[in-house]
């Protein structure tokens, strides 16, 4: 199953592995869930507050389009694993994504 491991930055602990559908953008799981997920545009790619950390299997993304890398460059300057969750969805063939957050807390239920 292709999954979305969510976790504390930046202590790496992990908050929650999320199932993802094909479709799925980082945002849509992360909306599905109890796990909150910073954003003013609800994930209409407008506000950059949805950044998160990719902390492993960034590698295997394709580099953000002109739009992303505007809004990463302005609200997670110099932050070289920042990812918009609302553009994040899981390549063909990847199975999963480590991303990370200072606000998601390792003791949430
Ligand atoms: S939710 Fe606003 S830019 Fe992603």
């Not at 992303?68 to 932050?79: I, T, Y």
């Amino acid at each position: 199953m292709r999954t979305y491991t969510l976790c504390h930055h930046p202590s790496g602990a992990v908050v929650r592995r999320l199932p993802a559908a094909r479709s799925d953008r980082l945002y849509d799981v992360v909306d599905r869930s109890d796990l909150p997920l910073r954003t003013l545009c609800k994930g209409s790619s407008l506000c950059g507050q949805c950044w998160v950390h990719v902390t492993a299997g960034g590698e295997a993304l394709p580099p953000p389009a002109p739009d992303e890398q505007a809004l990463l460059d302005r609200h997670a300057p110099g932050v070289a694993d920042a990812r918009l969750a609302c553009k994040l969805v899981l390549p063909p063939g990847v199975e999963g994504l480590t991303v990370a957050t200072a606000y998601w807390s390792p003791g949430e239920r």
